[in-house]
Nanobody
Framework: QVQLVDSGGGLVQPGGSLRLSCAAS????????MGWFRQAPGKEREFVAA????????LYTDSVKGRFTISRDNAKNTMYLQMNSLKPEDTAVYYC?????????????????WGQGTQVTVSS
């Protein structure tokens, strides 16, 4: 069992930045690949970014490439998502997750544990 607590969301103006954190406890954190997903009102939950257990491989959805950076600190059992140049269309609840598989196209089917979510709102 893994418990995930995500935090760091908030209200930011377009072009601004936020850093999300995901603190893990329970089973060995660095055994898992990890990911961030988001869900906007009325839309399905979608993949945003992923990082493998060693932290040397990452994946991003096309809409955030060059703006978002995923990272992890296994010594602290924590994963991060640095979000820069935020746009109104980035507004959503963001969820961290552990991944049971590392595949070329990551979806919610690869998730085995979820965080509770943190709201990100990009608005002027």
């Amino acid at each position: 069992q893994v418990q995930l607590v995500d935090s760091g969301g908030g209200l930011v103006q377009p072009g601004g930045s936020l850093r999300l954190s995901c603190a893990a406890s329970g089973r060995t954190f660095n055994s898992y690949a990890m990911g961030w997903f988001r869900q906007a009102p009325g839309k399905e939950r979608e993949f945003v970014a992923a990082i493998n257990w060693g932290g040397d491989r990452t994946l991003y959805t096309d809409s955030v490439k060059g703006r978002f950076t995923i990272s992890r600190d296994n010594a602290k059992n924590t994963m991060y998502l640095q979000m820069n140049s935020l746009k109104p269309e980035d507004t959503a609840v963001y969820y961290c997750a552990t991944l049971r598989l590392w595949v070329a196209v990551i979806t919610t089917r690869e998730v085995n544990y979820w965080g509770q979510g943190t709201q990100v709102t990009v608005s002027s």
